[in-house]
């Protein structure tokens, strides 16, 4: 009995650390893929059930271990969308965009280590619906950026549809002459080829993470020059906007 025990304890901790370290690992590593994301939810699950049992002797603290997780888990999964407040939503995403200037860019990244062109809308919209779902009490929105993460999507994935993620604006063109007047901050401009995404910060500026440049870098479509914004675009919105528009 007490050499199953300490082997049982041995394996806990071996689990504990093995799960932290590996975490750690995609943590740091740029680039997200499915791989990446199973490996991240394994780790996180072997490190928080090695913790209960190194401490199933310490009866309360193994049960809120257990019972707090399961239960915020419950209140995210289920929990009805509240009304989102969009301008701060909107506002969140946007700073999020801003806050990757000069990130080096990274085919399949999404971390300030490396960052690609589809990665960068991807990361900041994630980001702006967890912190908005904290902060404003919204657990459904929790759930819709933990969705957006374990369904990951490329530009061209976006175009078509996939999970409805976003909708088509109806607007069509070659960037740099578009009309921006029914255009809001953090609208997505997909090449036609479906390869590349642009994002729409207003005034007539765009960041991207720029494969040709090799960072995330903000220009003016009007006064500078860049291959992109001489190549055809549809413009899109990301669909929990309240003012997202079904295509016609």
């Known amino acids: ?8 304890q041995t394996l806990s901790w071996i689990g504990l650390i093995g799960g932290l370290i590996l975490f ?5 590593n740029p680039v997200n893929s499915k791989l990446a994301t199973y490996l991240a939810t394994a780790a996180l699950v072997t490190f928080w ?4 049992i190194l401490t199933r002797k310490l009866r309360t603290l193994c049960s809120l271990l257990v019972i707090i997780p399961l239960a915020a888990g ?3 999964a289920y929990a009805p969308m509240r009304k989102i407040k969009e301008d701060a939503l909107r506002e969140r995403y946007t700073s999020n965009l801003e806050s990757y200037e000069g990130v080096e860019y990274h085919w399949g990244g999404e971390t300030g280590k490396g960052i690609d062109c589809s990665g960068l809308p991807r990361k900041a919209y994630r980001l702006a619906m967890a912190e908005e779902g904290l902060i404003r009490a919204n657990p459904a929105l929790v759930r819709e950026s933990i969705l957006n993460w374990w369904h990951d999507s490329s530009a061209l994935a976006l175009m078509e549809g996939y999970r409805n993620y976003v909708k088509p604006l109806g607007i069509q063109g070659v960037l740099k002459e578009l ?5 809001l901050p953090g609208d997505l401009a997909i090449t ?4 590349h995404v642009i994002i729409y910060l207003g005034d007539d500026q ?10 995330v870098h903000t220009l003016n479509a009007k006064k500078e020059q860049n291959p992109w914004f001489d190549t055809d675009v549809s413009m899109f919105r990301w669909s929990q906007f309240p003012s997202a528009v079904e295509s016609k």
């Open 1 to 8: 009995m007490l050499k199953s025990r300490l082997k049982l």
């Open 24 to 28: 750690l690992i995609i943590y740091n």
């Open 49 to 52: 059930m090695s913790i209960i």
């Open 74 to 76: 419950a209140i995210i």
């Open 179 to 183: 009309p921006t007047e029914q255009l």
């Open 192 to 195: 036609a080829s479906g390869n």
């Open 206 to 215: 765009w960041i991207q993470a720029d494969p040709s440049a090799y960072k």
